[in-house]
């Protein structure tokens, strides 16, 4: 008896002192059964106390603007019965002015590090998908791991100079501390490791700290941190490339329901419309898009055909005195107004006595008001001395934010088409409908309104008869400002046409070429241009503009993307600022 009661005794100081013990391992193996619940803890080494070992991630950019994320947990439960993990993944974001905007999630699994399937259940839960993984009729000790894959679409953010992935690779929402963290970010094979710009943050949200490491090696980027993440630290991640290299897919925009008048009064409509919303949306809209092309988005047939040496830009037709300009030419050419059209009409209005454009060291350039604005300009070229100057009589172009200035520019570029008669509509105005049309038809599921509107949506703008002729007078002036053949003999006065035609091939973006034609003519540097070299050559000049292109591009990025958020690379650059993330924890 008194021997059993020793055993008794002894055990118990056992089980109170292992109460204390954290992080202490253990080895031993037992099992249970019963009619609801089933433990299992295998001959592993176990931790009283819970934590994430390791959390690895994989993530890949696709071309489709898609984004492929593996995340590789391993989660040490310690002494603690639970019957498994779950994981919260925000799919909403709030910019600073407020307004939400959300990312789709897909293709959802989890298994074991073996590749054997986890149950879990998926529900949305606020701002967050929760993928609660395991199984209620059974519970698990020691370590376990975790595999989690899905895609994202949406979480690439556009920048005017870059796109961006800004990535919460752990979320600061975890409610147990972190051992390690990794993230490995792969890119589509157009994109080259040197292109790539990357950063990284750690700490809880907010942080700007970065105690973390970044790798960059051939098609890919690593980065892990220095240290272990508490309880409520993350570890975020961003990867900048160049534009254009990805599909153009930006998080939707979203509005809650319930939020406003409108939707209050149409919940009460909604069981009456929504068949025939549905049949509109999924069936009869994307047709009649297909139908309006065929009958109103065609260019009609040119009277004017392309030629090889054409030596004068296209007439106004309202106005047969008056040359087109070069921005005009620009939208002609590929419906859209750009930076290349608002460089060319600045090297324009230099060149016709407005401006002077004055590069006193390498890459730094000032603009220099001569004259203001007169009833001979257009509006937009109006507007641009009006933005551009203010009161003022000089800009440094390094100096000045443009973004606005030439928004407000580029739109009445595209009135100034319309009013020339080239397009029947604001090209630009149509694109941003189909563009829209396109990004709802992805969140709804509807494959044939966005094939409709891909295919015949976005190729809506429609030139008017004039339009398409002036269109082909200017691809046959660039086929002469690109030839390789000395036509230059026909030509006058070489010093006039050399500075006519400047900003034309601006918008074709061929001055380069075209300057390298002139080099071995007696050109003299124009009169409102001046540069810190003095030995001027058309070469030079080639090379000053596409520097002032940069410029120009540079003073024209706006410090937010056009979906409002703040670039990872600017100073709004912290720990949980990007999408992704979340937490998680047992249960």
């Known amino acids: 008896m008194r021997l059993r009661w020793q055993k008794s005794m002894a055990i118990l100081i056992l089980l109170l002192l292992s109460s204390f013990r954290r992080v202490q391992a253990s080895t031993y193996s037992y099992s249970y059964s019963s009619k609801h619940e089933e433990v299992t803890v295998t001959n592993k080494t176990v931790n009283f106390g819970e934590y994430i070992r390791s959390f690895d991630a994989n993530i890949k950019i696709n071309r489709d603007a898609t984004v492929d994320i593996i995340e590789k947990i391993d989660y040490d439960f310690g002494a603690h019965y639970r019957h498994g993990i779950y994981r919260d993944i925000p799919v909403r974001k709030k910019n600073k002015n407020g307004k939400k905007y959300e990312i789709t999630l897909s293709n959802i699994s989890v298994t074991d590090s073996k590749g054997n399937p986890h149950p879990f259940s998926k529900m949305r839960e606020g701002e967050n998908v929760r993928l609660k993984i395991g199984d209620k009729h059974k519970t698990i000790a020691g370590l376990h791991s975790y595999v989690i894959r899905y895609k994202v679409l949406g ?33 589509p094979t157009n994109i080259s490791t040197y292109e790539v710009k990357s950063a990284c943050y750690t700490g809880a949200y907010g942080s700007k700290v970065s105690n973390c490491v970044i790798n960059k090696d051939a098609n890919y980027v690593s980065i892990s941190t220095k240290r272990y993440l508490s309880r409520g630290e993350n570890l975020s991640v961003v990867i900048g490339f160049p534009i254009d290299r990805i599909a153009h897919v930006e998080a939707k925009e979203v509005v809650d329901f319930g939020d406003t008048f409108i939707g209050k009064i149409v919940l009460l409509l909604v069981f009456i419309s929504i068949v025939l919303a549905i049949l509109i949306w999924y069936l009869i809209y994307p047709v009649k898009i297909a139908y309006d092309w065929f009958k109103r988005g065609r260019d009609p047939k040119a009277i004017t055909g392309q030629v090889r040496a054409w030596f004068d830009p296209p007439k106004d037709p309202n106005n047969p005195k008056r040359f087109l300009t070069p921005a005009e030419v620009g939208v002609v050419i590929d419906e859209k107004a750009d930076l290349r059209d608002v460089l060319a009409t600045v090297i324009d209005l230099a060149r016709r006595g407005y401006i002077k454009i004055d590069e006193r060291k390498k890459k730094d350039f000032y603009l220099i008001k001569l004259k203001g604005a007169d009833d001979k300009l257009l509006p937009f070229e109006s507007m641009l001395i009006s933005k551009f100057f203010g009161e003022k009589k000089e800009i440094r172009v390094k100096d000045k934010k443009l973004y606005t200035a030439i928004q407000k520019v580029t739109e009445l570029i595209y009135a100034q088409v319309v009013k020339s008669r080239l397009f029947d509509k604001n090209p630009d105005k149509i694109r941003k409908k189909y563009y829209a049309l396109l990004s709802a038809s992805i969140f709804t599921f509807n494959p044939l309104m966005l094939i409709s509107s891909l295919f015949f949506g976005l190729n809506m703008p429609r030139k008017t008869l004039s339009g398409v002729n002036a269109q082909n007078e200017a691809i046959s002036l660039k086929n002469f400002l690109v030839s390789q053949e000395r036509q230059l003999e026909f030509q006058a006065n070489k010093q006039m046409m050399f500075e006519k035609l400047l900003p034309y091939a601006i918008v074709f973006g061929v001055e380069k070429i075209w300057l390298k034609r002139l080099k071995n003519l007696n050109l003299k540097q124009p009169d409102w241009y001046s540069t810190y070299d003095s030995n001027f050559n058309t070469v030079l000049l080639a090379s000053s503009l596409g520097n002032s292109l940069s410029s120009f591009r540079s003073s024209a990025t706006p410090t937010t993307s056009s979906s409002g958020f703040s670039s990872g690379f600017s100073s709004g650059g912290f720990s949980g600022g990007g999408f992704g993330g979340g937490g998680g924890g047992s249960w």
């Open 155 to 187: 979480a690439i953010t556009y920048f005017s100079d870059h796109d961006e992935l800004f990535w919460n690779v752990v979320g600061n929402k975890w409610k147990v501390p972190i051992t390690r963290a990794q993230a490995i970010i792969k890119f």
